[in-house]
């Protein structure tokens, strides 16, 4: 485990109740330098932000996020699961996690208010990819790779219990975790995690919600290639829906 640098410069607030679980398929040297997610923390310079961070990664999400849990320590309330190639826009997201916690037991950044039999992706009710009705989706996520973004979707409403999270970035409260026993499906790798995880969480009697973080996501995913419809067809068999 590993913390961010903050010896030289004054640290903007304490985020020393967090730990942030990152899979990367860089090694660590390409990682400090061109992970977005790792230079975005980096410069925001936490006091004893904790960066878990998983490198050469060639094995699933779940195995990593599964082991993560295992190397949780005293200190942390709060664990976050995210992407390598999230850029944090807001300087207070530690705070606004705390908030969004004491809320829901797991929070995130888009998803949907529903979860309809057969649906492929958060945002999508079929395989063709028709979208989910307004009225059920919520939050918003910025796409590029510099700032100002190229886009920024807004999805809906956030702060609103949700069925389905979007896996760039979730975030628990630990206890809850820990108290509902609820892990990662390691049949799932890259895709369906996150919609597994959060159907699980919810069947577990766990709350989801979507919270105000900014974030900026330099991928716009891998719906529709061959392992991510393996993975569909795995994920409806176990839910069977």
């Known amino acids: 485990m590993e913390r961010i640098d903050t010896t030289p410069r004054k640290a903007l607030l304490d985020a020393s109740d967090i730990l942030v679980v990152v899979a990367s398929r860089l090694d660590s040297t390409d990682f400090a330098k061109t992970s977005a997610t790792f230079r975005t923390l980096n410069a925001m310079n936490y006091y004893g932000l904790s960066l878990l961070p998983c490198y050469n990664n060639k094995t699933s999400l779940s195995v990593v996020y599964n082991m993560a849990i295992g190397r949780i320590l005293a200190r942390h309330k709060y664990i976050v699961f995210a992407h390598d190639d999230l850029h944090f826009l807001d300087f207070y997201w530690p705070e606004r ?9 797991i929070v995130g950044v888009a998803g949907n208010r529903k979860c309809l039999p057969g649906q492929p992706a958060w945002g999508f009710v079929d395989l063709k990819g028709t979208p989910s009705s307004l009225e059920n989706y919520s939050g918003q996520v910025a796409h590029g790779t510099v700032f100002p973004p190229k886009l920024v979707n807004y999805f809906g409403p956030s702060k609103v219990e949700v069925e389905l999270l979007d896996g760039l970035f979730i975030a628990c409260r630990v206890d809850s975790l ?6 990662f499906d390691e049949r799932f790798d890259f895709h369906f995690y996150d ?14 919600g979507t919270w105000d973080i900014s974030l900026m996501h330099e991928s716009e995913g891998g719906y529709g290639s061959p392992s991510w419809i393996e993975n569909y067809y795995r994920y409806i068999s176990k839910w069977e829906s």
């Not at 919609?195 to 989801?208: E, I, N, Q, V, W």
Request: with cysteine; aromatic share 6%; charged share 25%.
């Open 97 to 105: 996690l705390r908030l969004g916690l004491s809320t829901f037991d």
């Open 178 to 183: 820990l108290n509902s026993g609820i892990r």
């Open 195 to 208: 919609l597994d995880f959060t159907r699980t969480a919810r069947k577990s009697g766990l709350t989801c």
